[in-house]
């Protein structure tokens, strides 16, 4: 199983400030290795996130995003909401971590 | 005649002036909008990931002798790790030597879990049994943050190895006649677009002690004040600095005594 | 309360004061220390193209390795003595020709590669200068351990001395500065001959955005 998630979510005034941290290398597929071969690209593709059972978030990310991404975005909730955050990888790796809005 | 003298000087010191400030801003502007991006991103440090997985790694039985490391003493108790990390290096009865954390870390492994502290001094950055150092550090230090670093020479194995790194500090070398010195012995200045901390002195020294180990965004890795200690040499076209020897610590101890009374920061975030 | 001996007692704070007067800190170079030496040598191993041997020092860097004593009044002579040393090492152009192309210069001093135990014996090194130098204006990311480059012709002129002043500077900048923060660029074959005429290039052709 993929490294686990940082996942932090705090409620403030009906808006709950989500924030997110990957453990993921996110190759790009463009680098090239000291002995000058091409690192094979593997990266997230897509990115889930519910509160209490319910889509807020969904991204599709890519080559493009650097590694260990930070995600950071704000939806309207409530205390207690139960947060799941998954992600996908161009192996059809998978990774879930959750998190309480406090 | 004169009149007109008097305002083409007046126009020109004001040109004169605009030109300078237009270009001093252009170089202030270029490292304070650096300080900006690294602010914004100071939230999603991932050396918390790294933390998390050390947090794991203390708690869970490893070795020939399948222990955790919830026994180990980094000075200030068997299990105390709360502000261990601020009052290190320093000399421990059991090893009669001072030691800074990977060095001391390598202790507990080998008495504690059995592992072999040669494999790990051997062990490439960010590779193998040092994959695990580095998350246990990054834990370590976390349990640290906001402390004030507050190293002692009284033992006097501390006071030696303090005059040992000032001394080595100084040492220049390599075909490039660097030391630390060349670098870090002297105010405001910086190597491309990169401030330098006068380590010589309090305030420089918390700048560069209390900021290592960090994730550093170049690289995508986080790094232990060993590997920077280790990339520094490298950058001096010296040869390489041996893993936990005697002078990284006595450098250690030397900036770390040298910081006293600064805030530790760790784990920092840099380019 | 009567003071007496005022005279004697007068003439003992004068003899102290007299003597704080003149006796300034006898500062020495710092000794050998073996332990230290042990350190260093225990401390370290080779690696790729960097031997043991880069910590041995030679006479400029063991001087300079004791910037307390190095800088001060007991060490002019001695700074003299590393000065002349350098200078004496100094080779000049073996073509006789100072000046080459700047376009290649200022390539030579983006870089900063070369000579580190990552690199090979074949890794074309580079001049570094931006590290520590400003040299085109149009380039702003540029160190301030040295001073600005930047209208270096323009300012002094092309002369005879001005340009024998910047080969010799750019080969060993010691020659000029015992403790000086540059490399020897020469004296370690950072860059060859070729190499050097195109830095001076970079700050001595009049064409070189350097001087424009």
């Known amino acids: ?102 | 005649m004169q009149r007109k003298l008097t305002l083409g000087l007046a126009t020109g010191l004001v040109a004169t002036l605009l030109t300078m400030t237009s270009s001093v801003y252009a170089q202030k502007s270029a490292t304070d909008d650096i300080a900006k991006y690294r602010e914004m991103i100071a939230d999603g440090n991932p050396s918390e990931l790294y933390e998390a997985a050390g947090e794991d790694l203390w708690k869970k039985p490893a070795g020939p002798k399948n222990a955790t490391l919830e026994k180990c003493d980094l000075g200030l108790g068997a299990g105390v790790v709360k502000g261990a990390a601020a009052q290190l290096p320093r000399y421990f009865k059991d090893t009669n030597k001072v030691q800074d954390l990977e060095s001391r870390l390598m202790t507990c492994m080998q008495v504690l879990q059995g592992r072999d502290p040669q494999e790990m001094i051997d062990a490439p950055f960010q590779k193998g049994p040092k994959k695990d150092m580095e998350a246990i550090v990054a834990y370590v230090v976390t349990l640290s943050k906001g402390d004030k670093i507050k190293v002692s020479t009284a033992h006097p194995k501390e006071k030696e190895m303090y005059d040992l790194g000032k001394r080595a500090f100084f040492f220049q070398g390599g075909p490039m006649d660097f030391s630390c010195a060349s670098c870090h012995a002297e105010n405001g200045k910086r190597i491309r677009l990169q401030d330098l901390p006068n380590i010589t002195e309090q305030k420089g020294a918390a700048l560069g002690w209390g900021y290592w180990p960090a994730y550093r965004v170049s690289s995508g890795q986080f790094w232990t004040m060993q590997q920077r200690l280790n990339d520094c040499y490298r950058q001096q076209r010296f040869p390489f600095p041996i893993y936990g020897s005697d002078v990284t610590i006595a450098l250690s101890m030397y900036m770390a005594k040298t910081a006293n009374g600064g805030t530790v920061e760790t784990p920092g975030l840099k380019r | 309360m009567k003071i007496t001996h005022l005279k004697q007692l007068l003439a003992i704070f004068g003899f102290i004061f007299a003597v704080g007067l003149v006796q300034t800190p006898a500062l020495a170079q710092q000794k050998n220390d073996p332990k230290f030496n042990k350190m260093m040598q225990d401390s370290f191993r080779a690696e790729g193209i960097a031997g043991l041997n880069r910590i041995d020092q030679d006479e400029t860097q063991k001087f300079c390795s004791d910037p307390k004593f190095a800088n001060s009044k007991q060490a002019e002579a001695m700074r003299e003595k590393i000065q002349k040393i350098n200078m004496d090492s100094i080779q000049q152009p073996s073509d006789g020709k100072y000046i080459g192309d700047w376009k290649n210069g200022e390539k030579i001093a983006q870089s900063g590669r070369g000579a580190t135990w990552t690199d090979k014996a074949d890794t074309v090194i580079g001049g570094g200068c931006y590290n520590c130098h400003q040299i085109d204006p149009k380039e702003i990311s540029y160190g301030t351990i040295g001073p600005s480059l930047t209208g270096y012709a323009k300012l002094r002129g092309y002369s005879k001395e001005v340009v024998t002043y910047t080969w010799n500077r750019i080969n060993n900048a010691k020659a000029y500065n015992a403790c000086s923060n540059m490399p020897r660029i020469a004296h370690f074959k950072l860059l060859n001959e070729q190499q050097i005429q195109d830095v001076m290039a970079l700050l001595l052709d009049p064409e070189s955005p350097v001087n424009k």
């Open chain 1, 1 to 102: 199983m993929a490294d686990p998630m940082r996942v932090r979510a705090a409620e403030n005034g009906g808006t709950v400030d989500v924030k997110i941290l990957m453990k993921h290398d996110m190759e790009s597929g463009q680098r090239k290795d000291a002995a000058g071969k091409t690192i094979p690209a593997w990266f997230i593709s897509t990115i889930n996130v519910k509160a209490n059972g319910k889509d807020v978030f969904n991204g599709q990310f890519g080559p493009a995003v650097s590694k260990d991404p930070f995600l950071n975005f704000k939806y309207k909730g409530a205390k207690g909401d139960k947060i799941a955050v998954t992600w996908i990888d161009s192996k059809g790796d998978k990774r879930t971590d959750e998190a309480t809005a406090s």
